[in-house]
């Protein structure tokens, strides 16, 4: 039985569901997932109305990403998890040990780009360097200049990191990492200028310009705190981020599209 979803989340994206409500068991059988764990303090409505905007905002990913479902769940390695707890004050976060991203119940949406490329962030390390840690992830890896594995897809994503990290046919930092650099100086932690954290804001900023909008996948790389600190990529450097992912995105989901099941 069809049903109106949770309108306060915008979105402009196209139905993927054809009207139709679904479950958090359809989420995980849609895109892959290894696995989909819900907290137990997540009432049957809670779940209800939680579902479909994952459904959606996983299926506007893949729009915006021009890549199959396989690269959703990273084949099948990655997890999800809603509303089962986790630090304090933490809206959402991934963890490289049990390869799943979370979401808090209340706080988590708009969050699910961010810490997707976290997942993929990490995912991709195996693919790009050789013989990286089990927990290592490729931004990181190419920051301290790691052996990398030759091959068109990685020169494409190092593009990417290189948009990210430094200003133009330059080794100068880039306005994104002197922001993050002050912000982490003015609060004496290390946080916002974390080689993953960087990638994650750049690739929410990525997904937040493209034509599908969903705020309940992303939100604020424009009007926030931390965009008003540029933490976020801003004016021409965000325009070059932008052109690496999409390159980077639609080169690999072609080739995705192209490779046989597996």
């Known amino acids: 039985m069809s049903a109106p979803v949770e309108r306060r989340f915008y979105r402009n994206g196209r139905d993927h569901r054809g ?3 679904v479950s958090f068991a359809d989420v995980r059988q849609t895109f892959g997932f290894n696995g989909v764990r819900i907290g137990r303090w997540v009432s049957a409505e809670e779940k209800a109305l939680s579902a479909p905007l994952f459904y959606d905002a996983l299926a506007d990913l893949m729009t915006i990403l021009a890549a199959p479902v396989t690269l959703i769940s990273l084949r099948s390695s990655l997890s999800l998890e809603y509303g089962t707890g986790g630090q304090w004050g933490v809206a959402a976060h991934y963890s490289p040990v049990t390869r799943a991203f979370a979401l808090a119940k209340n706080a988590g949406p708009g969050s699910i780009a961010h810490e997707w490329f976290h997942a993929f962030d990490h995912y991709i390390a195996g693919k790009s360097f050789i013989d990286p840690a089990p927990l290592a992830f490729a931004s990181s890896e190419w920051v301290k200049q790691r052996p990398s594995i030759e091959h068109p897809l990685n020169r494409l994503l190092f593009d990417c990191f290189q948009q ?16 993050a650099q002050r912000a982490d100086r003015s609060s004496r932690e290390r946080y916002y200028s974390l080689p993953v954290e960087m990638c994650a804001r750049a690739f929410e900023a990525y997904v937040q310009d493209a034509p599908t909008k969903n705020t309940y996948l992303v939100k604020g790389t424009q009007q926030s705190a931390e965009a008003e600190q540029g933490l976020y990529p801003m004016g021409q450097q965000r325009e070059r981020i932008s052109r690496a992912f999409g390159q980077y995105f639609t080169t690999l989901g072609a080739l995705l599209y192209k490779a046989p099941a597996s």
């Open 164 to 179: 990210i990290f430094y200003q133009p046919d330059s080794r100068a930092p880039s306005p994104m990492v002197v922001a």
């Open 19 to 21: 009207g139709w409500l």
